[in-house]
């Protein structure tokens, strides 16, 4: 679904240099997103998006420098969205629990913005390209998530409800690629039930990781 675009309303109050400068940054963010969503990545050029979010392109080379960097600021923005929601809803969470609000969360955020899950999904695919601007962006992302899944293993293995044995890193690089993999094929296919798929993966790690029976959710 687009987004609708901010646009310049003469009739508001004047606003301050740097409301003007958010409004425009939000409004060619908001076009990139919709651009990669409907043309894909070849077609999100800066005059595409200037057109799109009613600005020029002159202004989005000012306020991003190019292509890329505006490409970098929306890869920071839809990244942000989704780290602000996970940690709220996990609280503080760590363990089997942790696992568990994660995995609801994602698929919450997934169906509520599928237009971000597609738009990143390009562009971390873009970043395989060997030269690629933004590569360091995406691993940066990726390495954040997979330290914070393992920090979750750790404090159930520190409480005893997660095995021992378990490798924390592997358990963070298998729980992202089964997330992201998931993703991408009901984004081509969308017939899969991706509701089912979560919930199946959920009770299979939680069984997978568990000292004990593992929580009811």
């Given at each position: 679904?687009?987004?609708?675009?901010?646009?310049?309303?003469?009739?508001?109050?004047p606003r301050t240099q740097a409301e003007r400068t958010a409004?425009?940054?939000?409004?060619?963010?908001?076009?990139?997103?919709?651009?990669?969503?409907?043309?894909?990545?070849?077609?999100?050029?800066?005059?595409?998006?200037?057109?799109?979010?009613?600005?020029?392109?002159?202004l989005a080379s000012h306020h991003f420098g190019s292509k890329?960097?505006?490409?970098?600021?929306?890869?920071?923005?839809?990244?942000?969205?989704?780290?602000?929601?996970?940690?709220?809803?996990?609280?503080?969470?760590?363990?089997?629990?942790?696992?568990?609000?994660?995995?609801?969360?994602?698929?919450?955020?997934?169906?509520?913005?599928?237009?971000?899950?597609?738009?990143?999904?390009?562009?971390?695919?873009?970043?395989?390209?060997?030269?690629?601007?933004?590569?360091?962006?995406?691993?940066?992302?990726?390495?954040?998530?997979?330290?914070?899944?393992?920090?979750?293993?750790?404090?159930?293995?520190?409480?005893?409800?997660?095995?021992?044995?378990?490798?924390?890193?592997?358990?963070?690089?298998?729980?992202?690629?089964?997330?992201?993999?998931?993703?991408?094929?009901?984004?081509?296919?969308?017939?899969?039930?991706?509701?089912?798929?979560?919930?199946?993966?959920?009770?299979?790690?939680?069984?997978?990781?568990?000292?004990?029976?593992?929580?009811?959710?």
């Open positions: 679904m687009p987004h609708p675009v901010p646009v310049a309303n003469n009739s508001e109050q409004l425009a940054e939000s409004s060619m963010i908001l076009a990139a997103i919709d651009l990669l969503n409907s043309v894909g990545i070849q077609g999100t050029t800066l005059v595409a998006i200037g057109e799109r979010s009613g600005y020029s392109r002159g890329a960097g505006l490409l970098r600021t929306v890869l920071k923005r839809m990244t942000a969205v989704w780290t602000e929601k996970l940690v709220r809803s996990l609280d503080g969470e760590t363990g089997l629990q942790a696992f568990a609000t994660a995995i609801d969360t994602h698929l919450e955020h997934v169906l509520r913005h599928p237009d971000y899950i597609r738009a990143m999904n390009i562009l971390w695919g873009a970043a395989l390209d060997p030269a690629s601007e933004f590569k360091p962006n995406v691993a940066e992302f990726m390495r954040i998530q997979r330290e914070s899944v393992a920090a979750w293993v750790k404090g159930g293995q520190e409480s005893g409800e997660i095995r021992p044995d378990v490798d924390a890193g592997r358990v963070a690089e298998q729980f992202y690629g089964t997330l992201i993999g998931l993703n991408n094929q009901w984004l081509v296919a969308p017939e899969i039930d991706l509701r089912a798929a979560y919930e199946d993966y959920k009770q299979n790690i939680l069984r997978l990781l568990s000292a004990g029976p593992p929580p009811r959710n």
